[in-house]
């Protein structure tokens, strides 16, 4: 395993299911929705198309501390609409250089208009780490000689 495989590699490990929801839907259904999937951020998609991100950061930022009601607050309201994406050739190291250099946590993989997946910073690191101890078993058994 190399520490700097390619999204694509991520993604097969990893699977290619998305979350998406709706610009019209309202913030408590996304934020219900992040909770039951279990993630931070979702897809915000129109006619199949990638047209935001909503995160729970945006959720905080942009609904809870300005006494907005998620209940009637469309996702579309809140949503960020510059959204940074990659392809399945980009490498760990690249996608954690634009993650780091936007401050973000999750990166749509798209090939063309098509959506992949989505990778967060938590799949990045697991990568890493699965690399390194790889690594090092390599490591140890060559200075060893014995089989790992």
């Not at 951020?41 to 047209?51: H, S, W």
């Not at 208009?113 to 078993?137: C, Y």
Request: charged share 20%.
């Amino acid at each position: 395993m190399n520490a700097n495989g390619t999204i694509s590699e991520i993604l097969q490990l990893k699977g290619n299911k998305v979350w998406a929801i709706s610009p019209e839907a309202t913030v408590f259904d996304a934020i219900e929705m992040m909770a039951e999937k279990n993630v931070g951020a979702l897809l915000v998609t129109a006619n199949e198309r990638l047209i935001g991100i909503i995160s729970e950061r945006d959720y905080t930022r942009k609904v809870a501390l300005k006494g907005k009601a998620s209940k009637q607050t469309a996702v579309k309201e809140i949503l960020s609409g510059h959204v940074v994406h990659v392809t399945p050739a980009h490498t760990v190291e690249e996608c954690l250089r634009l993650m780091t250099e936007h401050r973000i946590r999750h990166l749509p993989v798209l090939e063309g208009d098509h959506t992949l997946g989505v990778i967060s910073i938590g799949d990045l690191v697991n990568w890493i780490i699965s690399a390194q101890n790889s690594t090092i078993q390599q490591l140890q058994t060559y200075i060893t000689g014995l089989p790992g």
